[in-house]
């Protein structure tokens, strides 16, 4: 059985949201899972997970919440290298770049994505954006 760490940073409660529908896919597919965010996730804690789930809402021009998430996310990257990951966040503007980066970023670090694209929602996760959270959960624990 896997163990699996989603680690989020929430401003709004979206990616919260998120967070804790992804973990229950996670769960529904038989995988262990432990919830965290970002401020109680650190360098010391990927080597405990075969997988890494990271949360993150769109900010400012469209990049990675500056006071908490981004500096927790540089601080793990180079232990990304080999790792499986998973991205996902929620947005209210803009066409996603923070997420395309963001991808990139991690395949740069190394890390070997489990999804070709990271989730996005729209705002709030409701009706089939739920879904799609808990099939994305599965998903990351069958990978």
Do not use: H
């Not at 997988?51 to 993150?56: F, S, T």
């Not at 006071?67 to 601080?75: A, G």
């Amino acid at each position: 059985m896997s163990k699996i760490a989603v680690v989020y940073w929430s401003g709004t409660g979206n990616t919260e949201a998120m967070a804790n529908l992804i973990a229950d896919g996670i769960k529904e597919a038989g995988a262990e899972v432990e919830v965290a965010t970002s401020d109680c996730f650190g360098i010391d804690d990927v080597d405990n997970y075969e997988k890494i789930v990271l949360g993150c809402p769109s900010m400012g021009d469209e990049e990675l919440e500056d006071s908490e998430f981004e500096p927790m996310y540089s601080s793990i990257k180079p232990k990304l290298n080999g790792k499986k990951v998973a991205l996902f966040g929620s947005y209210g503007w803009g066409e996603c770049d923070w997420m395309r980066d963001w991808e990139s970023d991690a395949k740069d670090a190394g890390a070997v994505l489990i999804s070709d694209e990271g989730l996005t929602v729209n705002e709030t996760p409701e009706g089939e954006a739920c879904d799609a959270c808990k099939e994305y959960g599965k998903k990351i624990a069958q990978a």
